[in-house]
């Protein structure tokens, strides 16, 4: 295993996706042309792949792990593209926006089968992560402060309580703590979803064929990464957050009262969606 750790980094000179070991040693930059306002990251752990949503550019891109084979899976119908998440059992890609249109999408992670799967009593879906043991999908709503769960086609909806996300927490804690294996089925003479190498003609750097199940191997899941996953969502579920929102520091407080992080004002971007984010700056003519 790599061991790496991945992450944006935007500032005010310029944007760039690095990683390093989890050690701290070899830090190296991936990307640092072409981006505007990288955010949610997510890896492929069983094809080697990278993806991110780039709220600036509203695109989601992919590429190697190493960097490499860099290409736009999404360049339309995106507004503020926020999180992203994979499933690697079925080959899919998972978004969250809260732009214009706010809603959580899914696309085959060969760039085919796009569907927007939630659309309705949604308006800023902010945290994103997938539940592989139950089949679900998991998002944080940031304006109407609530932790929500759907089926992976987006049916099912249901809305967590308190109690219910700590208790749900608590069992996932224990159920990742331990080295879970998986082993899928396939079809005689099928492909696997990962398999294949990268050529002009692909859409992403491993190009999945289908999205059944398939034969991805033995893989020991990302235990610290759904840790920390499950441990965001049941912070978010547990806070009470008052009627007049408090902003951190380092963040923007918009006239709605929505927080974005401050150096998204005055980036010619309407990111509080009243853009009162871009009010009193400086124009250059």
């Known amino acids: ?27 190296e930059v991936l990307h640092r042309t072409s981006l505007s306002n990288p955010d949610g990251l997510a890896v492929d752990w069983v094809g080697g792949n990278l993806y991110w949503c780039d709220k600036g550019r509203d695109t989601i891109e992919v590429s190697k792990l190493n ?46 089968d796009r569907k927007i799967i939630i659309e309705d009593k949604i308006t800023w879906p902010n945290g994103l992560t997938l539940d592989f043991v139950n089949d679900r999908i998991y998002w944080a709503d940031a304006r109407e402060d609530y932790i929500e769960f759907a089926s992976l086609d987006g049916t ?18 224990g159920l990742f703590r331990s080295k879970r294996k998986y082993k899928t089925k396939t079809t005689p003479g099928a492909a696997s979803p990962h398999a294949g190498s990268v050529t002009a003609r692909t859409t992403v750097a491993t190009r999945p064929t289908s999205r059944k199940k398939s034969a991805v191997g033995t893989e020991e899941k990302p235990v610290l990464q759904m840790f920390l996953h499950f441990f965001y969502l049941l912070q978010l579920m547990l806070v009470n957050c008052a009627a007049e929102r408090t902003c951190e520091p380092y963040q923007f407080r918009c006239k709605n009262n929505r927080c974005v992080p401050g150096r998204w004002q005055c980036d010619y971007d309407n990111d509080c969606g009243d853009n009162s984010d871009e009010e009193k700056c400086r124009k250059c003519l």
């Open 1 to 27: 295993a790599e061991q790496m750790i991945y992450w944006t980094d935007v500032t005010t000179q310029g944007s760039m996706i690095r990683r390093m070991q989890m050690n701290g040693t070899n830090m």
């Open 67 to 112: 960097g490499a084979y860099r290409t736009v899976l999404v360049n339309s119908g995106l507004r503020e593209p926020r999180a992203v998440a994979v499933d690697v059992r079925y080959g899919y890609l998972y978004w969250s926006d809260w732009g214009d249109n706010p809603h959580i999408g899914r696309i085959g992670m060969d760039g085919t």
């Open 156 to 173: 099912s909806r249901h809305t967590g309580n308190g109690s219910e996300m700590t208790e749900m927490f608590v069992a996932k804690l």
